[in-house]
């Protein structure tokens, strides 16, 4: 059964960047997903302080539109729950929801939004889809790489960003909060068009 409510609301956003709790995971690349909203809120002089349904929310106002960013406290592979709730509570459309994670099959600096799709295994993306009941919602994933060497990608996922990739990250996450910007204003096929590049190979 879908957790999911239809409604007329067509001015409500919901961005939710994924993530898990704790000092320990903060920097690590299965968290690019809450550095992403967290640069977001940065740029309006807002922070997470706000809990509600199960994650920490931030709301702000864009060219006449509510953004609502959330960064779900449930750990990583029960992010449904919380997104989920806001989802009924905000009763956001589906087309109007952003879910933001990290992607190993995407090389470092590459961004690719997309209207639907499956999990590609990502546990955080597939427990939202599971909970929603549906496959059609968009998400901006962030490439991280792949490990080079026999590393398990489950371990490499949780380790910090390298001290290169943590020098190229500030270019990336702004990066990322100018596609979510535009999705919100010009719709997820222009912004897939201007955004769903290789961030480092442009800059080369």
């Known amino acids: 059964m ?28 299965h968290n690019v997903g809450f550095m992403v909203v967290e640069r977001m809120a940065e740029q309006h002089g807002l922070l997470f302080t706000r809990y509600e349904h199960r994650a920490l929310v931030v709301k702000l106002k864009f060219e006449l539109k509510t ?4 960064k779900p406290q449930t750990f990583m592979n ?34 690719r ?9 990502h546990k955080g993306m597939q427990s ?11 998400r901006l994933r962030i490439g991280v790489g792949r490990p080079k060497s026999s590393r398990l990608a489950a371990e490499y996922v949780l380790e910090k960003f390298s ?34 590049v290789n961030l480092l190979a442009n800059q080369a």
Not at 67 to 70: E, N, V, Y
Not at 128 to 138: A, K, M, N, S
């Open 113 to 121: 939004m997309r209207p639907g799709g499956s999990s590609g295994g």
């Open 2 to 29: 879908s957790d999911w409510i239809p409604s007329a609301e067509r001015s409500t956003y919901l961005i939710v960047g994924l993530g898990n709790p704790g000092k320990e995971y903060a920097q690590s690349r």
């Open 67 to 70: 953004l609502i960013l959330a």
């Open 78 to 111: 029960l992010s449904g729950s919380a997104v989920g709730a806001l989802v009924r509570f905000y009763k956001v459309p589906v087309e109007q929801l952003m879910v933001i994670y990290d992607d190993i099959d995407l090389p470092f600096g590459t961004l």
């Open 163 to 196: 001290p290169q990739e943590s020098l190229e990250l500030p270019s990336i996450l702004n990066r990322a909060v100018q596609a979510l910007q535009d999705w919100t204003r010009l719709g997820i096929v222009e912004a897939m068009n201007r955004h769903n």
């Open 128 to 138: 939202i889809l599971e909970r929603l009941g549906r496959q059609d919602i968009p």
